[in-house]
């Protein structure tokens, strides 16, 4: 690749890098008002993967979630305090426990879903057919693409290991 071909390329990652910046600065916040309302964002992303996984050991939520199986056994005691996870008897293993989301917490999300989404409907409502299909479609391959890359980002920042066990 010539020099000037790899500098429009880097000069392009830089807009969608600074555009993501904004975007997680806007997600902070609504974070923030998520949180004062009485749900913080990281019980929120339990609850949904807890939710998408099905009843499941608190180690596995941890791995799903990028933690560390500590801080979500914390954050697990608040969600089954207020009623959204309930702890079960593990089928396969009597003596261990799994997590389940409750009535009241498929609630919780079937509401936060569709508020995020009336919202997202509102946001795009002035886009026409094609360009929100479009934007769709290269938004699902972003993240996509985003989530497949995300064990070599952090691996190469220095802040763990790769997925193979690469230190």
Excluded at 92 to 104: K, Q
Excluded at 118 to 143: P, T
Excluded at 153 to 162: D, T, V
Aim: with cysteine.
């Amino acid at each position: 690749m010539s020099d000037e071909a790899q500098d429009a390329q880097l000069a392009q990652a830089e807009r969608i890098g600074m555009a993501l910046v904004r975007l997680n600065k806007m997600h902070a916040c609504v974070a923030a008002h998520m949180s004062k309302a009485g749900l913080d964002k990281a019980s929120f992303v339990l609850l949904a993967n807890l939710m998408n996984l099905g009843p499941s050991r608190s180690s596995a939520l941890a791995e799903a979630v990028f933690s560390d199986p500590s801080t979500v056994s914390r954050q697990v005691a608040t969600l089954v305090k207020e009623g959204w996870v309930e702890r079960r008897a593990d089928p396969d293993d009597g003596r261990a426990s799994v997590l389940a989301v409750t009535d009241a917490g498929k609630r919780l999300l079937e509401e936060r879903r569709l508020m995020r989404n009336q919202s997202i409907a509102r946001m795009f409502a002035e886009w026409s057919e094609g360009d929100l299909g479009a934007f769709i479609d290269y938004f699902e391959r972003f993240v996509g693409d985003y989530e497949r890359a995300l064990p070599n980002f952090i691996a190469e920042s220095g802040l763990g290991p790769r997925s193979e066990g690469e230190k």
